[in-house]
């Protein structure tokens, strides 16, 4: 049966979404049922919009959960469709954004919502270096079971046990998360973090405010253990006090449900037909002494890797962007390490294969960035399960994980 869902969910953003996948985004005044939010606008950033089954949760998320009104404001919502509970997520399209100030302004109550409901507001690193552990040298490690995904979380759910959370993961040590309450004394608050090298510090206010003059919590909560973690080896294990540096992070904003029944989805809300969360705003202001030229840089990394929807079904869209439009090579493995898809540069068109594998095009994202989208369509002879797609280009390399749901 969520097979099957997911199916349809695949078949509609394939099918009639099919011409909002590029560069579709609009300013003010996005409706919510327009495929047109697959890229959207907001506070001066392009963010994707999340279709699909998986996590967290998991559950289904739709694009129609998600649309900006007149004045610009980012809305969130949780409802239940023909008997299918759906969610709502947005992360920029920006990578790599380095030490600074991350800000949120919300315009909707986050003290009071359904026990199954879970606000979150975080960096997370789809990329992150290698583990090395025990396993050989670093390049032998950089599989989808040896890389730790590196978030930084301002999150609030009722309903484990606290009202809001502050968190930095990965991290070994009772400091980890740092959980609060609180009753809002009105709609509006602001909640930020800074990162900096070894420590995060985040704040809560009343109102919306740069400066946390009426402060949620009380106190607040510095995890500052003054270590930056070792990029080399990322070991958590020997090092729980560290506090990860920049690299491949994204902004995400999500409004979902957890699975408080253990059965592997995301469950109902249990006090009211739906949730719905105003976003005003998010302001990043980046930490100006820290220079890029030293030893952590916060240049945009050179090689980029989405993959949507995933899971998926019949077929997935596989985009790469780099800083060179020259050769590139797309490597598909198995759970076992074995390549069983290898697409050819894109530098000249590509046949229609079995399997359905193609090529679109090259196009320019940026100033100096490009991006190359394929469609991969495994053939019949694979089976369900984990994938990794490995891109190449001039050298470097990155990975993404893939779910193939037959």
Known sequence: MRNAMFFALALMLVGMCEAGWGMAYGGSGIGRNSCETVLIRFSGYDWWVKEGFYGPGPNHFANSNVWLDGENKLHLLIERRDSTWY??????????????????????????????????????????????????????????????????????????????????????????????????????????????????????????????????????????????????????????????????????????????????????????????????????????????????SQNPVSLDIIVNPNPFNSAVRISVETLHATSLQIEIFDIAGRCVTQLPSPSVPLPKGEGGNSFSRWEKVSEGRMRAEFTWQPEKSLGSGVYLVRARVDGESVSNRIVYLK
């Open 87 to 296: 969610c709502a997520e947005v992360y920029s399209d920006r990578i790599g954004w380095g030490y600074g100030v991350y800000r949120f302004y919300l315009s909707s109550r986050v003290d009071n919502l359904d026990s199954a409901a879970v606000l979150g507001l975080f960096t997370y690193d789809y990329n992150p270096p290698c583990q090395t552990f025990d396993c050989g040298s670093t390049e032998d490690c950089c599989d989808l079971y040896h890389c730790h995904c590196r978030e930084i979380d301002i999150e609030f759910c009722a309903g484990w046990g606290n009202i809001g959370y502050f968190s930095v993961q990965p991290n070994r040590t009772s400091g980890e998360c740092y959980g609060f309450d609180f009753a809002l004394i009105g709609d509006s608050t602001t909640f930020q973090f800074e990162w900096l090298p070894g420590q995060v510090a985040f704040h809560g206010t009343h109102g919306h405010h740069s400066e946390m003059i009426c402060p949620i919590p009380a106190e607040p909560y510095l995890f500052a253990p003054g270590i930056v973690c070792d990029e080399e080896t990322l070991d958590f294990s020997t090092c729980p006090d560290c506090v990860f540096a920049p690299g491949n992070e994204r902004v995400h904003i999500n409004l979902w449900l957890w699975d408080i029944t253990g059965d592997g989805i995301g469950d109902s809300l249990t006090s009211c037909e739906f949730v719905e969360i105003v976003i005003d705003s998010f302001e990043f202001i980046p930490d100006e002494s820290l220079s890029v030229d030293g030893d952590i």
